[in-house]
């Protein structure tokens, strides 16, 4: 690796470095915010149970699961928040941590790496795409890969057993985590983001044909349903599609009653 190379590599590690200590004092010091997670997770997740959090970034999905009571199978494909994971929870023996993504098969995938915001590096490319000049998303830029491994849903319920909760936020490559599911959980979660919409429609889709028929979602990090009851698959798909450009993201909830 010749000076430049060496360079252009510290430049990259601080500016993400930079961005990680942003999240973890948004994530991680905002009571509000812990508050209204543990009051959400807390209708599905108690003590005993497992919870996978798929795109883990930070962490501070997998301090509320703990909070609940839950034991957390946590994957993160990206070196530097896997850093800030390990120092927060790799002490706590009912967290297991992964360094890896999730996908629809066995194998390695390239993960686009945003150094300014690591919060949406990406296995999608074509979420990369949709972000340039989309308005909100102006400045994003993806500047680097890395090659990850990848597992399976199926995989980690063969080996951690079955979740109550399985959680996934990975900037447009929901549906290819969710490709890897072979069975319902009670509950799943997956990101939406208005400039992909039809990812999470394909989300969708596949969650009916996994036996879901029950939707709920709550917008950006306000941890709070719209709904005041689940709907069915016709009204939260019409919901996606009409929600404003600006309201930009959120998680859909899918709940399975067999």
Not at 55 to 67: L, M, P
Request: net charge neutral; glycine share 6%; hydrophobic share 45%.
């Amino acid at each position: 690796m010749n000076i430049t190379h060496l360079w252009l590599g510290l430049k990259a590690s601080l500016r993400e470095w930079r961005a990680l200590l942003r999240s973890i004092r948004i994530y991680h010091f905002d009571r509000a915010h812990h508050r209204a997670m543990d009051q959400l997770y807390g209708q599905f997740l108690k003590s005993g149970d497992i919870a996978f959090d798929v795109g883990a970034h930070v962490g501070d999905r997998i301090s509320s699961f703990r909070r609940c009571g839950a034991k957390v199978i946590a994957l993160e494909p990206q070196p530097g928040p896997l850093k800030v994971i390990n120092f927060l929870h790799g002490r706590d023996p009912l967290v297991t941590i992964i360094a890896a993504a999730a996908g629809a098969e066995k194998g390695l995938l390239t993960l686009n790496i945003n150094s300014d915001n690591p919060t949406v590096s990406t296995a999608s490319q074509s979420f990369v795409d949709a972000a340039q000049n989309a308005k909100g998303w102006e400045g994003q830029v993806w500047d680097r890969t890395i090659e990850v491994p990848v597992t399976t849903l199926d995989s980690l319920i063969a080996q951690y057993g079955l979740p109550k909760l399985i959680k996934i936020d990975v900037e447009g490559f929901e549906h290819s985590v969710m490709m890897g599911l072979s069975r319902a959980v009670p509950v799943l979660s997956f990101e939406f983001t208005t400039i992909a919409r039809d990812v999470a429609q394909d989300c969708l889709d596949r969650a009916v044909i996994l036996g879901y028929a029950r939707f709920n979602v709550a917008l950006g990090e306000s941890q709070k349903m719209v709904f005041s009851k689940p709907v069915d698959l016709a009204r939260m798909s019409a919901w996606l599609a009409t929600i404003p450009h600006e309201a930009n993201s959120g998680d859909v909830y899918a709940f399975y009653a067999p």
